[in-house]
């Protein structure tokens, strides 16, 4: 089992910026692809960014990339989300969600992350 809580949410104006963190617990975190995920009121959950066990691929949604940053800090057991310039279309509750099944590179798919933090929420006001 792997246990994930999420923090770093809040209320922010567009253009504004926050960081997300994932703490992992359970397993051992360098043998797991992280990913982000977030689901806004009324849609479907959708994929945002994920990276590898070993940091080296990462991935983004293309209504993030270049303003999202996704990192992780093996020696922790962190995963991060560094988002830039934010637009009220990014609020939503956000999820930091783990795949342990290392036979396939990082995937988009959040069908294949088995483990699942509580979300936390980010608001970005006009």
């Known amino acids: 089992q792997v246990q994930l809580a999420e923090s770093g949410g809040g209320m922010v104006q567009a253009g504004g910026s926050l960081r997300l963190s994932c703490v992992a617990s359970?397993?051992?975190?360098?043998?797991?692809?992280m990913g982000w995920f977030r689901q806004a009121p009324g849609k479907e959950r959708e994929f945002v960014a994920s990276?590898?066990?070993?940091?080296?691929?990462?991935m983004y949604a293309d209504s993030v990339k270049g303003r999202f940053t996704v990192f992780r800090d093996n020696a922790k057991n962190t995963l991060s989300l560094q988002m830039e310039s934010l637009k009220p279309e990014d609020t939503a509750v956000y999820y930091c969600?783990?795949?342990?099944?290392?036979?396939?590179?990082?995937?988009?798919?959040?069908?294949?992350?088995?483990?699942w933090g509580q979300g936390t929420q980010v608001t970005v006001s006009e």
């Open positions: 969600a783990a795949d342990g099944d290392l036979s396939f590179p990082t995937r988009r798919d959040g069908g294949n992350y088995e483990f």
């Open positions: 359970g397993h051992t975190f360098n043998r797991l692809h």
């Open positions: 990276i590898s066990w070993t940091g080296g691929t990462m």
